[in-house]
């Protein structure tokens, strides 16, 4: 199984990103897909993760401003990000739990700066 991400990059404050997440291989079910990150001098943590038939969790800090949304057809998990601080700055990283395994991306650089 492989992640493939896209949608990274340099955004002004208040502007917004959309992160794209596609997984590949032998997968007849996903049961978790979502994004973590990790900021500069920070821990990993989860930003916004959409079990299969399930609630969405999103952080706290991201509650308001960013969405994750899956289309299953596709294997595919986006993350709209609006109203993009500078905390937001990280290497965002998709991830999907298969059939009890953690899979990872490689990461996405977000640097929100003016």
């Known amino acids: 199984v492989q992640l493939v991400e896209s949608g990274g990059g340099l955004v002004q404050p208040g502007g917004s990103l959309r992160l794209s997440c596609a997984a590949s291989?032998?997968?007849?079910?996903?049961?978790?897909m979502g994004w973590y990150r990790r900021a500069p001098g920070k821990e990993r943590e989860l930003v916004a993760a959409?079990?299969?038939?399930?609630?969405?969790s999103l952080a706290d800090s991201v509650k308001g401003r960013f969405t994750i949304a899956r289309d299953n057809a596709k294997n595919t998990v986006y993350l709209q990000m609006n109203s993009l601080k500078p905390d937001d700055t990280a290497v965002y990283y998709c991830?999907?739990?298969?059939?009890?395994?953690?899979?990872w991306g490689k990461g996405l650089l977000v640097t929100v700066s003016s």
């Open positions: 291989g032998s997968i007849f079910s996903i049961n978790v």
């Open positions: 959409l079990p299969s038939g399930g609630s969405v």
């Open positions: 991830h999907a739990l298969i059939y009890g395994v953690n899979y």
